[in-house]
């Protein structure tokens, strides 16, 4: 073959005419040779790679000095992982946090603890945003945690996708942490109030909790936090539903949000109108009068002066003792919330009770047994049911 013969040859094959010479050949080869560079099949289950990709390579388990260490150090890869055993409903993983916590405890206590709430859409990632890549600009370091309890009923989040935060997820002295999914609200609220220790003393000073405002749960994350702030928007019939659901009540703080372009009036109109309402109520903190404001978490407008605010609100009650006061009261209430949540467990784990509560549920919905008697009569078989073995008799 002539050279202009090969290469046509070579074209035709679609043969490479250089790729396929193996390095090292025998002195007396020519031009051909047995290897042959194959083009990958792409039909299924012939070379195509497996369909689900391989596992990842299992993480190492940590021990409680390395979870306690990475935390120390700062390691935010530590630190959800930590957020991770807190949130997790195994038995083993709850020993483990529970060793965590009482390990670092003494690290923590040391932040500024802020909830936001508000309706959804009301713009509460998009000002915590704002107000978070301002605050790390000045050297602050700001956890974000979301406490969304629709992820126990939809098995999502309404939260989930939007905290995403992405100009602060890039700052470095930024952390956030989606909402944990799954478990009722008390166990949601359990594990955001554990995550807020674990940031803490990773070394956060501003831990800033987000909740949708729906439900129980405005009441939840005001039990765990300092300051408590409503974000509104003009229209929202806040000032009418605020009082009604009593969140105005538990607010420290309110900011009517999106008062930008056309809606700017309208915003201020809503805020004077908030402020009207609130001077009729019983500040939340004592020793605190709760201001009505207007932002734009959009154009940062009024986002420095909200600000302000909270830190003054720190500042009047660090002096005043109710900060230290309220951290005592919620520290033992939430005690007492454990105790109920985990009689509340035993009762209905109790082979007794499980046993009959259909039948007596029946029977009070049909009107047969009221609604007292029937308590007394399953309390009475939990109790017999520990000594009795479960063959309880009232
Ligand atoms: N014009 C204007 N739009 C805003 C402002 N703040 C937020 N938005 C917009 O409002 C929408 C909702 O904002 P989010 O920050 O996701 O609201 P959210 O309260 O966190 O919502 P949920 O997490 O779903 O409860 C987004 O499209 C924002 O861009 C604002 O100050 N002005
Ligand atoms: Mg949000």
Known sequence: M???????????????????RPDWVPANAGTAFATWVVEGVNRAGLF?????????????????DDYAEGIRARDTTVLARAITLVESNAAAHQDLAQQLLARVLPETGRSMRV??????????STIIEALGCALCGQGHRVAVLAVDPSSSVTGGSILGD?????????????????????????????????????????????????TVGVGQNEVTVRSMVDCFLLLSIAGAGDEVQGIKKGVMELADLIVVNKADGDNRLRALGARAELERVLHYLKPATEGWTTPALAASARTGEGVAEFWGRVREFFDVCRRSGMLEER??????????????????????????????????????AAGVKPSLAAAKELLAAAKGGETAGGAATV
Not at 2 to 19: D, L, N
Not at 164 to 175: D, N, V, W, Y
């Open 162 to 210: 939007k905290v995403r935060m992405e100009k602060l997820s890039r700052q470095p002295g930024a952390f956030i942490r989606p909402s944990p999914s799954g478990g009722s609200l008390g166990g949601v609220a359990r594990k955001s109030r554990e995550a807020i220790l674990l940031c803490e003393a990773a070394g956060y000073d501003v831990v800033i909790v987000e």
């Open 115 to 124: 909830g936001i709430t508000g309706i959804p859409g009301a713009g509460k």
């Open 48 to 64: 195509a790679p497996p369909s689900a990709p391989s596992a990842p390579p299992r993480r190492r388990r940590l021990s409680i």
């Open 2 to 20: 002539t050279p202009e013969e090969e290469k046509a040859h070579h074209a035709e094959t679609s043969r490479p005419s250089a790729g396929d």
């Open 327 to 364: 951290r005592r009261e919620q520290a033992i209430a939430w005690m007492h919330a454990l105790i109920r949540e985990a009689l509340q467990a035993e009762f209905y784990q109790n082979a007794a009770v499980r046993a009959r509560v259909a039948g007596i549920e029946q029977a009070v």
